[in-house]
């Protein structure tokens, strides 16, 4: 069965500064990896996601994520970040027909 | 068309009381997904339909829930003798079927039906 880590339950980050939220799964099959946002009494928005090809994935907002084959790892990041990506954020990995979440990552972001 | 639509928002009911949720998918898309989401957890898969039928069911989904999709549009959650325990966010998603892909395309989900069992 497919598994989802997110190694960081909380990540506080002052405004403008970059800032990496850490995701690894486990896996012995090609995946799809994902990226959601989920703001305050909101669902999830999806930020980005890997399909296949080039390994590193842009997506909304700014942020990025680089997926990495040997070390199982699908890390997200933000060169600078603001007051308005303060959210949590979850990983996910698709395992047939539906989706493994992390437990996610709130990301608070301070003035 | 402005996404998925989940009703209602919030939901208090007492112990033992049944609940029902509605689920208006995005209109194209053939595939409708249940999860549910307790406080500091990511969403864990409940079930999911493919157009009408219902395809895949996971083991958190008890004897007390049901989950229909007549018609194969909106989609019902009903939770039958509600416990504590099923406090919980319910999230409702949808996706178009690709043929020969599995979760290639993206899940749009609905901003969800908060239940509180007091």
């Known amino acids: 069965a497919q598994s989802v880590t997110q190694l960081d339950s909380q990540v506080p980050v002052f405004e403008e500064a970059p800032v990496e939220l850490r995701c690894n799964y486990s896996?012995?099959?090609?995946?799809?990896l994902f990226w959601y946002v989920q703001y305050p009494n909101q669902g999830l928005q999806l930020l980005l996601k890997y399909l296949s090809g080039s390994t590193l994935v842009k997506g909304i907002n700014g942020f990025e994520a680089e997926f990495n084959k040997s070390q199982t790892s699908f890390h997200l990041r933000k060169p600078s970040v603001h007051i308005s990506d303060t959210a949590e954020y979850f990983c996910?990995?698709?395992?047939?027909?539906?989706?493994?979440f992390g437990a996610g990552t709130i990301l608070r972001v301070k003035s | 068309d402005t996404g998925v639509s989940q009703n209602p928002r919030h939901k208090i009911t007492k112990r033992g009381q049944n609940v029902t949720f509605r689920c208006d998918p995005i209109?194209?898309?053939?595939?409708l997904y249940w999860y549910r989401q307790t406080l500091g957890q990511g969403p864990e898969f409940l079930t999911y339909?493919?157009?009408?039928?219902?395809?895949?069911k996971s083991r958190l989904l008890s004897d007390r829930f049901s989950a229909e999709r007549p018609k194969g549009s909106f989609s019902t959650l009903e939770i039958q003798r509600t416990e504590q325990g099923d406090s919980a966010m319910y999230l409702c998603?949808?996706?178009?079927?690709?043929?020969?892909?599995?979760?290639?395309?993206?899940?749009?989900f609905g901003q969800g039906t908060r239940l509180t069992v007091v």
């Open positions: 996910a990995v698709s395992y047939g027909n539906k989706l493994v």
């Open positions: 896996s012995s099959v090609s995946v799809y």
């Open positions: 209109s194209e898309h053939n595939r």
């Open positions: 998603a949808s996706s178009p079927y690709v043929q020969g892909a599995s979760l290639s395309t993206e899940a749009f």
């Open positions: 339909f493919q157009n009408e039928a219902q395809l895949e």
